[in-house]
């Protein structure tokens, strides 16, 4: 097992040149980090107003787990992004008006008001909708690779679970198989610390990310509230993913700010243990770091409350899906074609200005 705690020197893709962040880079990270928030809340908002059926779930402490590893990803790689994942979406290129669209039911969002406020994803932009039996978007980001791998691609699939699914059969065959056949495949695990209300000390005996040696292949643990670190761990891995040196399993840790879900009052966490994270939240201290150095993070703010006003404006002005198109689209009629994802990191904007 490896324990990342620093951004190592550099990072090299798959030509030997060595790959960093900008400083455009660093104002994207936070400012996805904020945009995920600030979505979040202002679904929040419309559930508490009766605007969302059936109950919410956000991913509020968790936000660089979902944006630093998926800043990492290039256009043609794919993803099966967690509920709590919702900056791997933003990345990505989902709008947040369309995502509080989804949650509000309406025809404008992912799903266009066909599935779940927390189910959905955009084949258009690379990502397979997820479902809630944890983890079984694992394997199927495993049949992502392995279409990869037959075809001598080099694309990697990347997925998040939270650290209660470790204790799922299903978890256990997806790192199995990627082991066996070294897929280009990123396993991102959040340990969020509970599972539901059951916490680490009773989820598991070891330490997840160790088992991933057992299954051949490296495990890397991570500060999950630190967006940078994250992002180098996730970079290193999938550079090796897509190089052929096969999968990796990082663990990052953080916590889950609010209950499991908007019915949850988190009773059951000390009070000790919310004031120890709260004090680390990966948005404060991320936007304190980078002020520090000279970063105008009040433009970057302002820059989000601007467009997600304009979002939610936009969202609230979508309709009800109309009734007869309930049918359409419940069973495949072809193959579904997964088109390519937004790619910010500048290294793929440099790779696409000299294509």
């Avoid at 990627?178 to 598991?204: C, M």
């Avoid at 891995?237 to 879900?261: D, W, Y």
């Avoid at 966490?269 to 991320?286: C, F, G, L, S």
Wanted: charged letters at 25%; a negative charge.
């Amino acid at each position: 097992m490896a324990t990342t705690t620093a951004r190592p020197a550099a990072i090299e893709d798959g030509g030997g040149a060595s790959v960093d962040l900008t400083g455009d880079d660093r104002r994207a990270l936070l400012r996805y980090m904020l945009l995920m928030r600030a979505t979040e809340e202002r679904a929040l908002t419309l559930y508490r107003q009766g605007k969302v059926p059936g109950s919410f779930y956000d991913g509020r402490g968790q936000e660089a787990v979902s944006v630093g590893a998926a800043f990492t990803l290039g256009p043609r790689d794919r993803t099966c992004i967690l509920h709590r994942d919702l900056g791997a979406h933003l990345i990505r290129g989902v709008k947040p008006g369309r995502v509080l669209a989804q949650m509000m039911g309406r025809a404008g969002g992912v799903t266009a008001g066909k599935d779940g406020n927390m189910h959905f994803a955009d084949h258009e932009l690379g990502c397979v909708g997820m479902v809630s039996m944890l983890p079984d978007m694992a394997l199927v980001t495993c049949g992502l690779a392995i279409a990869f791998q037959m075809r001598r691609e080099p694309r990697v699939a990347m997925t998040w679970f939270g650290e209660g699914s470790t204790a799922n059969g299903q978890w256990h065959e997806a790192m199995n198989v990627a082991g066996i056949r070294k897929l280009p495949v990123v396993f991102i695990l959040e340990n969020n610390q509970f599972a539901y209300s059951t916490p680490n000390d009773h989820e598991f005996a070891v330490d997840p990310v160790k088992r991933a040696e057992v299954y051949g292949f490296p495990g890397v643990k991570v500060d999950g509230n630190d967006v940078e670190a994250v992002f180098f761990a996730a970079a290193q891995a999938v550079e090796r993913a897509r190089s052929g040196g096969g999968p990796t399993l990082i663990e990052a840790e953080t916590m889950r700010m609010h209950g499991h879900g908007a019915h949850d009052d988190m009773s059951y966490v000390p009070k000790e243990m919310v004031e120890h994270w709260t004090a680390r939240d990966p948005i404060d201290n991320y936007e304190r770091k980078l002020r520090e150095e000279g970063f105008d993070t009040d433009e970057i703010r302002e820059s989000v409350k601007g467009e997600l006003d304009a979002e939610t404006e936009w969202a609230l002005a979508q309709p009800m899906p109309e009734p007869h198109t309930a049918l359409e689209g419940v069973f495949a009629t072809e193959d579904p074609v997964l088109g390519d994802g937004n790619a910010p990191w500048s290294r793929w904007q440099r790779e696409a200005a000299n294509a």
